[in-house]
T-cell receptor, first 116, second 114 residues
């Protein structure tokens, strides 16, 4: 079974600085998807960024980018120019593309605090 | 357009009572998922619907939990004879198609069993 590990329960960053959240995963599959979701206190899970495993190029969405290392099974999220609104729980998630396995497998999350 | 909606937003119930949680997916989304978020277990998959059928029920923790989906749209998660360990946030998500599409989440229902 696939597992996702986020080794940093909490992180903090100064406003306008850069922070990197770590995620590793375990799978025997060659094709899959990886996601970062953000969950503010409102509870709404918001997609931040996604990466297809077959793509070598790292995904980027504005201030958010990933460092996808397939061989190392590592998928870190970099947030540049951090803003107060970035404060939230961040979850890394894995999704198989094999038939019948539709679920997301989540890590335990990293709580990000942004200091003014 | 409108996102995934869930009701109620919060639910307090007494141990032993039955509860129903509702999810309205994004219009046109054929796939629907239920997850549970609790302090001890993190985010856990419960069940997946494709249309009205449920090909994957592997995450339902006991036979007290059931879910149905009618008309390929609204889904109801029912918990019978609630226990205190059922207290959690229940999240619903939907996507356009299985396998390769992003899941979009609703705001969740916070269930507290006293």
């Amino acid at each position: 079974a696939q597992t996702v590990t986020q080794s940093q329960p909490e992180m903090s960053v100064q406003e306008a600085e850069t922070v990197t959240l770590s995620c590793t995963y375990d799978t025997s599959e060659s094709d899959y998807y990886l996601f970062w979701y953000k969950q503010p206190p409102s509870r709404q899970m918001i997609l931040v960024i996604r990466q297809e495993a077959y793509k070598q190029q790292n995904a980027t969405e504005n201030r958010f980018s990933v460092n996808f290392q397939k061989a190392a099974k590592s998928f870190s999220l970099k947030i540049s120019d951090s803003q107060l609104g970035d404060a939230a729980m961040y979850f890394c998630a894995y999704r198989s593309v094999q038939g019948g396995s539709e679920k997301l497998v989540f890590g335990k999350g990293t709580k990000l605090t942004v200091n003014p | 357009g409108a996102g995934v909606s869930q009701s109620p937003s919060n639910k307090v119930t007494e141990k032993g009572k039955d509860v129903e949680l509702r999810c309205d997916p994004i219009s046109g989304h054929t796939a629907l998922y239920w997850y549970r978020q609790s302090l001890g277990q993190g985010l856990e998959f419960l069940i997946y619907f494709q249309g009205n059928s449920a090909p994957d029920k592997s995450g339902l923790p006991s036979d007290r939990f059931s879910a149905e989906r009618t008309g390929g749209s609204v889904s109801t998660l029912t918990i019978q004879r609630t226990q205190q360990e059922d207290s959690a946030v229940y999240l619903c998500a939907s996507s356009t198609y299985r396998g390769r599409e992003t899941q979009y989440f609703g705001p969740g229902t916070r269930l507290l069993v006293l």
